[in-house]
């Protein structure tokens, strides 16, 4: 009777081997790599961190720790008169009022007209295709200070000058080319094969957008939304030229009084009402960072 020799299986390589080597390598780059991505990433949060810190501790300072030739980051104590002059001067609560009935306004016209012209350019292969994305690159090369006299006279002929109405439509025509070529984008993402499926099961198109495409399509809303409001929000030529009544100012006018005629700052109070000018905005990101990721495999399950 023969018998078998003991040969060394592929599966098990010598100590020595390139393969042993190799995976030892590629292990101890994962253990010298995984740290210093956290370090970068940490590195990063604070670079980006800084100015809202340093806007924080601004805010509390006294004028006299602004005024010092070797200030320090942090205020020797929590200084409250900045806030209190912040908004007793320059009105921010009804600036902020402003600035939310424009911003909100503008983000849902915008969603509501852009979200149907996206699904008819990624899906309706037409004429007006081209054109409308022609029309698209266009706008966005345009500088404001080519089209505000001429915008100025349409409205002023209209009677839409110091009025948040005519500030609404300004900033939805604005917002409009970047926000459709967003969602357009986001809508040509989503696999047409599901939206045939739903018909092949006898859906009609108006249940397959609202069942499939739209959860989908959630995500892409939220940042279109997100991105409107915030353009919105800190927007200052069109108001500053537009608006010229005190009581329907938005905020960015309202931190621009902070700034004397001689471009001497009041810098404590500039950094308070800039702090409460942020709140919302970080608010609003907060109420609907989680709808980014939500929604991007519901509307493919089948119920």
Known sequence: MTTLENRPTSSSAPSGSPEKSHSASIRRGRLIGRPLQYVALFAYMIF???????????????????????????????????????????????????????????????????????????????????????????????????????????????????????????????????????????????????????????????????TIVLPLLAPGLVATSLFTFISAWNEFFFALVLIQDPNLQTLPLALARFVGAEGQVQLGQLAAASLLATIPSLVFFLLIQKRLTSGLLSGAVKG
Do not use: C, H
């Open 48 to 210: 980006l961190a800084f100015p809202l810190l340093f806007l924080l501790t601004t805010a509390f300072k006294t004028p006299q720790e602004l005024q010092s030739p070797n200030p320090g980051f942090l205020p020797t104590s929590l200084n409250w008169d900045n806030f209190v002059q912040a908004i007793e001067k320059a009105n921010l609560f009804t600036a902020a009022g402003n600035s939310l009935i424009v911003a909100v306004s503008t983000t849902v016209l915008v969603t509501a007209i852009s979200l149907p012209a996206a699904y008819a350019l990624a899906r309706f292969r037409t004429k007006l295709r081209g054109i409308a994305t022609g029309w698209i690159l266009l706008s966005q090369v345009f500088p404001f200070i080519l089209i505000i006299i001429p915008l100025f006279l349409v409205l002023k002929n209209i009677g839409l000058i110091n009025n948040l109405f005519g500030l609404v439509l300004v900033y939805t025509v604005w917002s409009l080319p970047f926000a459709l070529w967003m969602l357009q984008g986001y809508v040509a993402g989503i696999p047409v094969e599901l939206e045939e499926a739903g018909a092949m099961d006898g859906a009609s198109r108006f249940r397959t957008l609202r």
